[in-house]
């Protein structure tokens, strides 16, 4: 394994790459490290990067007209962050990408990912197979959200997020849940209460 090992498990993972290729594919991302409360898309401006989390957590959210937040997913170490539907259209952006913490990740341009499907065309079924896998979450999510109850939804939340509890505010994983901080204090206590 070369310089970023978790990365190039995650891409191996889904296709096999020579060694060359791996090399060339990882040549094409930049390493960029974000401090803690930094935004790195703002809504209203076009997604131009796609990056993979070394370290740390991020939050992709969008604020309604009373500027409350709601928050679509957390990426930590090992998944990918972007708007992928400003990232592939070139459209502005309705959400915003905020580090909550002193993060790193590896970034690429639209222009660069385009040059790698013709370099390597087995790049394009890699990100065909992880945006597949993103719809699909994202599908069980809006699910979730439609016909959980509240307590189930967290509980999906520490599953998903084992360690997250312990390193973002509860108002943050309130936001995700789509109910009050109020209310996941009383559904942490009732389901404590009931263990």
Known sequence: MGAYPS?????????????????????????????????????????????????GCFKVFYQDENLKEHILYFAIEDWWVLDIGSFVSGKV????????????????????????????????????????????????????????????RYLDFTERYPTLNQRIAQHQIAAYLGISHEFLSKVKKRLLRNK
């Open 7 to 55: 990365f190039e498990k995650n891409i191996l993972k889904y296709v096999d790459l020579s060694q060359d290729e791996l090399a060339r594919f990882i040549s094409c991302y930049q390493i960029e490290t974000v401090e803690k409360n930094r935004i790195i898309l703002k809504e209203g401006e076009v997604c131009e990067f796609e990056s993979y989390v070394l370290e």
């Open 93 to 152: 952006s309705r959400l915003n990408i905020q580090a909550l913490e002193d993060s790193v990740i590896l970034t690429i341009d639209r222009a660069k990912k385009e040059q790698l499907y013709i370099d390597i065309p087995k790049v394009e079924k890699l990100f065909r197979i992880m945006n597949q896998k993103s719809l699909s979450s994202m599908h069980l999510r809006m699910i979730s959200m439609l016909h959980k109850t509240a307590e189930r």
